[in-house]
């Protein structure tokens, strides 16, 4: 007996749980139900075709008989009919859906009478869910993921963040090559920025962490007045572009801030920026070790920057902590407690540390808050 085979064609950009449960509610009926990311070339998507596969195929792996693919440049319900498909499923929202689908039905009986559409409503509580309302609200407050993960799977939200966070690292670097006067070959050293940090290990030492440190500087405004505001954001950018969080046998590495800045100066060299700028940078990023206050303001300012983190909310900094173990994920938690507890102490100690932020700014504006996350982290450690 032939299998009994449909389909579910929509742009999935990005796909939502109201996407999601029109496919787990159909997939039981079918013996193979073909899940296709519709492509329309005189549209603009904020995903790739690629993108939304994988997403989609994330958001349905507890499916065994649901297969992803892409209809690109073609009639859904011709795919279909190639494929052994007898039905195209269509998900409707409201009486607007219903409309635009009967014209699409009737259409599609015409290109291909052997496939048969069948609208399915959504259930009440999605109606109001559509990609583009997901869309709408990415970066429009800091609680937008909140919000956002009520309407799409988990790793839709991942995706969604790192394209916002790409999309404003560009607007921060295209300015900072705009006061260079765009030198040449910027493109690719942003790209390899990128690259690197997007390595698998990150889980805080992430573009994300740039981007805020970069936005943090433009939220301060004039009350982080920077001497030299090029070398400063240099090292912001480059200041854990190496990060190791451990060696093969998980021993602390002592020299990511060391090999940062060697990868800030050849790449500054390539655009051809001059020595005194990459110096000056250079000792910047060196500053982030956090093992000696630095003396230069600027320094002081990428430094405290570098720490905002740490005066945040408690639920900003109980995300970072938990990223951080993350990246430590191979190292017991006997022993990751005990390292962890030793740099927390150094930062509480007055002794050794008067205050956590260096900048007055940052001072009035995270110390309190700073000392009560770590007491807080501190006393669940121990």
């Given amino acids: 007996?032939?299998?009994?085979?449909?389909?579910?064609?929509?742009?999935?950009?990005?796909?939502t749980n109201g996407h999601l449960n029109i496919i787990e509610r159909m997939a039981p009926l079918y013996d193979e139900l073909i899940v296709l990311v519709a492509v329309d070339g005189r549209k603009n998507y904020m995903f790739t075709p690629e993108e939304r596969v994988a997403m989609a195929e994330a958001a349905v792996e507890?499916?065994?008989?649901?297969?992803?693919?892409?209809c690109l440049g073609r009639y859904v319900v011709k795919v279909a009919e190639?494929?052994?498909?007898?039905?195209?499923?269509r998900g409707l929202r409201n009486s607007s859906d219903l409309e635009a689908e009967q014209v699409m039905a009737i259409e599609n009986r015409q290109i291909a009478p052997s496939v048969e559409?069948?609208?399915?409503?959504?259930?009440?509580?999605?109606?109001?869910?559509?990609?583009?309302?997901?869309?709408?609200?990415?970066?429009?407050?800091?609680d937008w993921e909140t919000?956002?993960?009520?309407?799409?799977?988990?790793?839709?939200?991942?995706?969604l963040k790192e394209k916002h966070v790409l999309a404003k690292a560009a607007k921060h670097?295209?300015?900072?090559?705009?006061?260079?006067e765009n030198p040449k070959g910027a493109g690719a050293v942003?790209?390899?920025?990128?690259?690197?940090?997007?390595?698998?290990?990150?889980?805080?030492?992430?573009?994300?962490?740039?981007v805020d440190m970069l936005d943090e500087l433009d939220a301060w405004g004039t009350e982080l007045l920077l001497d030299d505001p090029v070398a400063a954001k240099f090292a912001i950018w480059y200041h854990d572009v190496v990060y190791v969080p451990h060696t093969a046998d998980l021993q602390p590495v002592t020299d990511n801030e060391e090999r940062s800045a060697q990868r800030l100066a050849a790449d500054l060299e390539t655009l051809g920026l001059p020595s005194a700028l990459i110096n000056k940078a250079k000792a910047h990023v060196l500053c982030t070790t956090h093992r000696v206050a630095p003396p230069e303001h600027d320094a002081r300012v990428v430094a405290d920057l570098d720490l905002a983190i740490l005066g945040k909310s408690a639920k900003e900094f109980d995300r970072y902590e938990a990223a951080i173990r993350a990246e430590y994920g191979l190292v017991p938690e006997p022993l990751f407690r005990a390292r962890r507890v030793k740099i927390l102490r150094l930062f509480l100690d007055t002794n050794l540390r008067p205050s956590i932020y260096l900048t007055d700014a940052l001072r009035s504006g995270y110390e309190a808050p700073a000392r009560a996350n770590l007491a807080r982290s501190l006393a669940k450690l121990e």
């Avoid at 507890?62 to 892409?70: E, K, M, Q, S, T």
Wanted: hydrophobic share 50%; net charge positive.
């Fill in 82 to 89: 190639e494929e052994g498909a007898r039905v195209v499923f």
């Fill in 1 to 15: 007996m032939a299998k009994r085979k449909a389909v579910y064609a929509a742009s999935l950009d990005p796909i």
């Fill in 173 to 180: 670097w295209a300015a900072l090559m705009a006061e260079l």
């Fill in 147 to 159: 919000q956002v993960s009520r309407s799409v799977p988990a790793a839709v939200v991942v995706k």
């Fill in 62 to 70: 507890h499916l065994p008989n649901v297969a992803v693919g892409v």
């Fill in 117 to 142: 559409t069948i609208l399915v409503p959504c259930l009440p509580e999605l109606m109001h869910v559509s990609s583009s309302m997901v869309k709408s609200h990415v970066g429009v407050d800091p």
């Fill in 190 to 210: 942003f790209n390899g920025l990128v690259k690197a940090y997007g390595e698998p290990h990150r889980y805080y030492h992430t573009l994300a962490h740039i």
